[in-house]
């Protein structure tokens, strides 16, 4: 199911979050990786990255052979000015 994914995010990712969504209600339990190409989440919206972000529970990034987590969190506008 991932590499569909991948694949069909090539044209659109709005199109393949729509497709994860759907399986992430009804999958079978257990640990599940998404793979998608840098260059293809580049090319997308913002809408559709923060959306990527929220429906994954961890994010890496490869690098060669160095492994990133990525962490993604909503604030509160006003606590922004506020600090």
């Given at each position: ?28 339990a ?10 293809v ?43």
């Amino acid at each position: 199911m991932d590499f569909l994914i991948n694949d069909i995010g090539h044209n659109s990712l709005t199109q393949a979050l729509t497709i994860e969504k759907a399986y992430n209600d009804d999958r079978i339990a257990g640990f599940m990786y998404c793979t998608y190409k840098t260059d293809v989440l580049l090319e997308s919206n913002t809408q559709d990255l923060i959306e990527l972000f929220e429906i994954h529970d961890q994010i890496f990034i490869l690098k060669k052979e160095e492994v990133y987590k990525l962490h993604v969190t909503k604030e509160n506008v006003h606590k922004l000015f506020l600090n």
